[in-house]
């Protein structure tokens, strides 16, 4: 494309299975030099790239400035019929664009490019847009990547974009927890005081209650086991399937454990008090920061006990403890991350089209289940359908 001697950004691909150390070495490089969450860090991409078939397309491309990686991606790619007779070529950013190997639910999702030297991000969406793609899907996007690469603002006749979600992440300041001495109730409103405390009561008050941290790879792969069938049991309550039920993600969080447990980058937490199960909470541990993943509660009849409430609540004091930065709740709107948050920002799920006519008719489309969603019989059914449908493509 460019002379890699100039200023300009010239683009390579690699095969990430058959030139895997290549890849490695360039992500690994660019990871020390640019802002990133743990979605985007090697210990989650390199087990992620182990989980995926080796038929799958993907491919990392890397551009360069002077010789030097200054910006890298992983793009997912098939051809499609969506809606059963429209044919697409999609696209997809650090994912595979088949539904269910995306149901890892990725976040703070962004291209890693170095922080310290300013990126043309006119060159790379450039480069973007002269890739073969009539939709391109940028799951979990980070809001960083969102103001610095100018994706919304900067559309024009060459693409257009449609938001999927816009979303808070809401988490926790530990600072603040520490500044008044640990007291996390003071931070609260009266109102979740009151709910706090009382289901507290409800397991024999706070002191009575024991948290315990995994400190093995086979005690943090017992504590899964246990968390994913406290979860798989209140779904079904609801009429899903739950999460675990996917066998892909199971056996991708077993790998994940198995493989960056020792690294410290997963905590797996046990609440409980000498006469039950209270709950399990799945973080992962990445630049100070904990990211609450996924849980597991032993749900009561008596709404009184509410272990959802009590086991953030004390996994919150207990990362403040160990003088963690933030308790990142990560996307969703559900009113215990709102209320126990001091803080959010945002993460979007994107799709960009080439082509007008496409563009319109996706938002058309996205309008009405809108409106389906209005109607939660007509939603559900619709929904589980869908899951159906693409299990089954």
């Known amino acids: 494309m460019t002379d890699e001697s100039s200023n300009e950004i010239s683009f390579k691909t690699y095969n990430p299975f058959s030139e895997f150390e290549k890849v490695q070495e ?8 640019s802002a990133h969450s743990y979605f985007t860090s090697w210990g989650w991409i390199s087990v992620w790239l182990a989980s995926l078939p080796s038929d799958i397309r993907i491919t990392l491309h890397v551009g360069y400035q002077n010789q030097q990686p200054m910006v890298a991606f992983f793009l997912g790619g098939r051809k499609v019929r969506k809606y059963g007779f429209l044919p697409y070529k999609s696209f997809a950013l650090n994912a595979t664009a088949h539904h269910s190997y995306d149901s ?16 043309n991000f006119t060159e790379v969406m450039q480069y973007m847009l002269s890739l073969d793609w009539d939709e391109l899907t940028l799951p979990g996007i980070s809001q960083k990547f969102v103001s ?12 257009h974009v449609l938001i999927d979600q816009e979303t808070s992440s809401f988490f926790v300041d530990l600072q603040k927890v520490r500044k008044e001495g640990l007291n996390f109730m003071q931070l609260l409103s009266s109102n979740r005081r009151s709910q706090l405390r009382r289901s507290l009561k409800q397991y024999g008050a706070e002191e009575n209650i024991h948290i315990h941290e995994s400190a093995t790879v086979e005690e943090a792969l017992g504590l899964l086991n246990k968390l994913a069938e406290y979860h798989q049991i209140e779904w079904k309550k609801r009429g899903w399937d739950g999460a675990f039920a996917n066998p892909y993600l199971y056996q991708f969080h077993q790998d994940l454990i198995k493989k960056r447990f020792s690294k410290g980058e997963i905590q797996l937490l046990h609440i409980y008090t000498d006469q039950m199960d209270i709950g399990y909470i799945y973080s992962f541990v990445y630049n100070g920061d904990v990211l609450f993943y996924q849980s597991g509660f032993n749900y009561q009849s008596n709404n009184n006990y509410r272990p959802g409430l009590v086991s953030h609540y004390l996994a919150i004091l207990h990362n403040a403890k160990k003088n963690i930065n933030t308790y990142d709740f990560l996307a969703g709107e559900s009113s215990y991350k709102r209320t126990f948050a001091t803080d959010s920002k945002p993460i979007y799920w994107l799709r960009l ?6 563009y319109i008719l996706e938002k058309l489309i996205f309008q009405i289940k809108y409106k389906i969603r209005l109607n939660p019989t007509i939603f559900f059914t619709i929904k589980k359908l869908a899951v159906f449908l693409h299990l089954n493509e």
């Open 353 to 358: 089209y080439k082509k007008n006519w496409r």
């Open 26 to 33: 360039i992500w690994l490089d660019l990871e020390k030099r």
């Open 148 to 159: 610095d690469s100018g994706l919304i603002e900067k559309q024009d006749k060459y693409y």
């Open 104 to 119: 890892l639910y990725i976040e703070y999702n962004s291209m890693l490019y170095d922080s310290v030297i300013s990126i």
